[in-house]
């Protein structure tokens, strides 16, 4: 495993909920509105500039961490090929009110190399751990190609926060609203209205 991914996965599998994370992370406060505004839903930036592949950063929004991680282009090209070899492609759930219709792509984003989740299992709400390793563990699904890990109850999520059927989560984990407002700057909560 080279150095930059051990260091990503250890920054980041610790977490195991709002709370946790809150104290583990730096929550991004490049522009934070009014605790009020933020219990009540306002939108938050995030800066993604100098953001490196494999790296994760976190805001929190209406009280949810929502991550964004900077793909590899392998991981880009993995989720590419996944619904292609998947014997049933359908095992991949995305519900539409997860997925706003810019986000309904192999990549469930709007930038290919950018994956903005909330990064709460769907199942009953714990915080799933990145897991890249596909095979380290024999209970894992063979189709998965790594990405991340329930902790409570083994649901595995890929790369897209798409959930393998055979686990107990019932929906892939969801994509907020989000719009850029720059090459570096993401807007959670608000989007471009069609
Ligand atoms: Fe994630 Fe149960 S809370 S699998």
Request: hydrophobic letters at 40%.
């Amino acid at each position: 495993m080279d150095k930059d991914r051990r260091n990503w996965l250890i920054a980041t599998s610790a977490v195991g909920g709002v709370g946790a994370a809150a104290a583990l992370y730096p929550f991004v406060d490049s522009f934070q509105p009014s605790e009020r505004a933020k219990a009540a839903g306002a939108a938050v930036e995030i800066d993604i500039s100098g953001m490196q592949p494999d790296e994760m950063r976190m805001v929190e929004w209406r009280g949810k961490p929502v991550w964004v991680v900077r793909r590899t282009p392998e991981q880009v090209a993995e989720l590419s090929k996944i619904d292609a070899e998947l014997a049933d492609p359908d095992s991949l759930r995305d519900p539409a009110q997860f997925t706003p219709p810019y986000a309904q792509n192999q990549w469930r984003s709007i930038k290919p190399e950018y994956m903005v989740v909330v990064g709460i299992c769907t199942h009953l709400g714990c915080s799933p751990t990145p897991k890249f390793e596909a095979g380290a563990q024999p209970s894992l699904p063979n189709t998965w190609q790594g990405g991340f890990l329930c902790p409570c109850h083994g649901s595995t999520f890929d790369m897209a926060g798409r959930v393998f059927k055979n686990k107990p989560a019932p929906d892939n984990m969801e994509v907020p609203p989000h719009m850029y407002l720059s090459d570096t700057k993401i807007l959670v909560g608000e989007d471009k209205k069609a």
